[in-house]
């Protein structure tokens, strides 16, 4: 479920930097629309809590990869 969650914010990313782009071209400057800056600030906070997600899934052990060059004792060494 976590690795999912992952998945949903990092498309959220993209679709969100893809607004902010048709944002960007669409206003050209203009500084009474303020979708460009909105855009942001939800790519910002998108962002953070994809960074939490990944923090909270490492302590928890939930994410990880197991790589041979590991130091971490296995079964079979200690016995």
Do not use: C
């Not at 893809?18 to 400057?29: E, K, N, R, S, W």
């Not at 855009?39 to 197991?66: C, D, E, F, N």
């Amino acid at each position: 479920m976590l690795k999912g969650l992952i998945v949903l914010l990092m498309i959220a990313l993209l679709i969100t930097l893809g607004a902010g782009l048709y944002f960007l071209m669409i206003d050209q400057g203009d500084v009474k629309k303020t979708r460009l800056v909105n855009s942001l600030r939800v790519r910002v906070g998108i962002a953070g809590t994809l960074m939490a997600l990944i923090v909270y899934g490492v302590a928890t052990g939930q994410l990880g990869h197991p790589s041979p060059w590991d130091a971490r004792p296995t079964s079979e060494a200690t016995e």
